[in-house]
DNA sequence: CGGCATTGTGTAAACGTTTTCCCTGTCAAC
DNA sequence: GTTGACAGGGAAAACGTTTACACAATGCCG
């Protein structure tokens, strides 16, 4: 079931064997075809371990990211598979959910299974990480947030031109209290989707409310809770933008729970355009990022510097750049390598605001209560005219 | 940075520092510190592919699914990585997508990673396969679907008690007219849950509509396609009950659509009960699957098997049984090893049937339109009392 | 005090490939 | 007919571990 039994049925040596199956083409034709046939009489499988140890490639790359039950990462996952069988690979993912101690176990089982690139897309990365990587040559590609030092690979996501055009498209709509609920902010990319929002808000004159920006966690859960948070302030905010879709859905809820209606008591854009955010009640207004892209360009990033020194680099670059210190220390330490675009998907979540904009809840206020007024007292609106 | 660097500083054989690394309890203490010492220094990461050549177990089992993208998987696949992580276990994902061609690329990849077991929860794998898990003496457990033949290893999913508590909460609330959305019927597990279906329609006397039997296949797309054939229908039913949770959220969606509600116009049950099914609007009634037994199931099963004649099987078994063949055939070929239990959610997707039980759409039947009457025109009802 | 377990360590042979290097032909050119 | 180039295939050395085996040191018992 090796590839001696192989070799001994073909009538030929281990090593042609070994350049027939890699179509090394200087192999004869006949003898090619003998072992071929072997191989397929025999459904000899070459062993991966093998081979990787001796070639020192693996043929597989790691992606790392923060929970596989949010169904953006599955959506990744799946482009970035397919990226990678098109070229040959194969995927180890490792989810961190969201703890540091299980991010260091996924980027050790990277190194000990030694993958040949790794694309990271879940918080700050330890530093002894990443020279661990570095030192063994294996490119890594962060996707979206820029960690606390120099990179040699990040993959950024222009977050500015979605969260503007969703700022906007509020805006234009009437609304000018708009409440932000973020992830995690010990996550830089959380942080990025919020400074994007406070820009925006600023960029068309309007002054953010310290109240309605709630931290929360890109689960449904968190996005309950912030709702329920913003839902008890005395001031509410006449639209809800998110840092993801789950949030988004998490707020839906609580707002199906009070009894509040979108888009009418609350317009809401999530962010990442999941496939469910289609199929919610009403379906969702959200930014979308493309899994493809992100995954085809991760890929392409991490394959492209898998030889230092080597390929398909213009010869003019490799004379402008020092040739030495491969092992310690990649020489294209450039800028960000691409850029993901985001763009707005106008769905059913977004309306005019139904409430006055300077006087919020004036009755509400009176009663010092945080409630609104209940349901039937106020005008009802179907979905579509 | 290899076991020979650890090996030099630590001044001992490369075989101490193995069995230090390994917790070979005969190592003298005082070595044994020596070489962490040096381990961690170093960071020293021992090579699994070195490893695993040399050993002839990869510590890796794989888990071939049908859909990443189905919240269901991640959820599954989450559990199953606990599972096998708490054993010192990695996963190996494989998703088929319903593609055979896919399934044998998985199935192939397993193979070639030297996967130390397998857990299948997709449609039928190729009887070559089987084989060759046999062969290489590789267990395997299937979740939930007897394939063709006998097989060493299956969990099957008790599909009849859910259906049934749910058939029986909609019989009891006055439901008679029930619609079935299964999953692709070329999947074996889709056919029990119809055919459970069935049997309890059977069970309390209703006789099954082969209108209202549709063929879904487990997506939002199909579900929500489903629920549209069923709306075009002459006699429409007054609860759907749907194979899964993300089928019976497109079906939510339809009708949201058509701008019918739930539960007044139709009550819906699903199956499976993912996270996402607390947050659906309203909150879905579902029949709850319990991913964490079925993965710490499914790791027992496979690793009880693993080294057949050695490890822990009781003396007794031993006796009993014919010791050879190992190669071929594993020996303990029992029956369904367990059975995963299965109960029904209520949440807020069911209700008391509103129209008429022997008299659907009196009106539609006149009019000859597919249509129901405006919803303006029917009584509305609060989701809550 | 000598043999004999016992304990712990080192040496070396695997594991199944890829890949380097060398050798044997074959063919063309002189 | 001899030489050189070249094509193609085989032998063997890696790759980094684990593990069987041998062997040295130690302690115990007679």
Chains 1, 2 share one sequence.
């Not at 590839?3 to 199956?21: D, E, K, N, P, Y």
């Not at 101690?101 to 694309?119: H, N, Q, S, W």
């Not at 709702?227 to 988004?248: R, V």
Request: charged share 20%; aromatic share 6%.
């Amino acid at each position: 079931m090796d590839i001696r039994g192989v070799a001994a049925l073909a009538r030929v040596s281990i090593a042609t064997v070994s350049r027939t199956i890699n179509h090394v083409p200087t192999v004869d034709p006949a003898l090619a075809a003998r072992v071929w046939k072997v191989v397929h009489e025999l459904n000899y499988l070459p062993n991966t371990q093998a081979r990787a140890l001796v070639s020192g490639r693996s043929r597989l790359i790691g992606l790392i990211v923060s929970e596989i039950t949010n169904p953006f990462f599955p959506e990744l996952i799946q482009e970035f598979e397919q990226a990678a069988v098109a070229r040959g690979y194969e995927i180890l993912i490792g989810s961190t959910n969201y703890e540091s101690k299980t991010m260091e176990i996924c980027a050790r089982r990277m190194l000990e299974r030694k993958v040949d690139g790794v694309a990271v897309m879940t918080f700050g990365v330890e530093d002894f990480f990443l020279d661990r990587f570095a030192a063994e040559n294996i490119p890594y590609v962060f996707i979206d947030p820029a960690p606390s030092r120099p990179l040699n690979s990040v993959l950024a996501v222009d977050y500015l031109a979605g969260i503007s055009e969703g700022v906007q498209h509020l805006a234009v709509l009437g609304h000018r209290n708009i409440a932000f609920i973020s992830g995690p902010l010990s996550r830089r990319s959380s942080l990025s989707r919020k400074e994007a929002f406070l820009a925006c808000l600023h960029s068309i004159g309007l002054k953010p409310n310290p109240d309605w920006l709630i931290e929360g966690d890109h689960t449904l859960d968190g996005g309950r809770d912030a709702m329920q948070k913003i839902l008890a302030l005395p001031h509410l905010p006449t639209a809800i933008m998110c840092s993801n879709d789950m949030t988004a859905i998490g707020v839906q809820h609580a707002l199906f729970e009070a009894d509040l209606r979108i888009p009418d008591d609350f317009s809401l854009i999530g962010f990442d355009d999941i496939h469910l955010a289609e199929y919610t009640i009403p379906p969702l207004t959200t930014i979308r990022m493309s899994c493809r892209d992100l995954a085809t360009r991760a890929m392409e990033n991490l394959l492209s510097r898998r030889n230092p020194g080597v390929g398909s680099t213009p010869s003019t670059a490799s004379t402008t750049q020092p040739a030495g210190g491969l092992d310690s220390l990649n020489p294209r330490q450039d800028q960000p390598s691409a850029t993901i675009a985001t763009r707005l998907i106008v769905r059913r979540t977004t309306g005019l605001p139904h409430r006055a904009l300077d006087d919020l809840r004036p009755d509400a206020s009176k009663q010092n209560t945080t409630s609104l007024p209940p349901r039937a007292q106020r005008q009802r609106r179907s979905a579509r005219p």
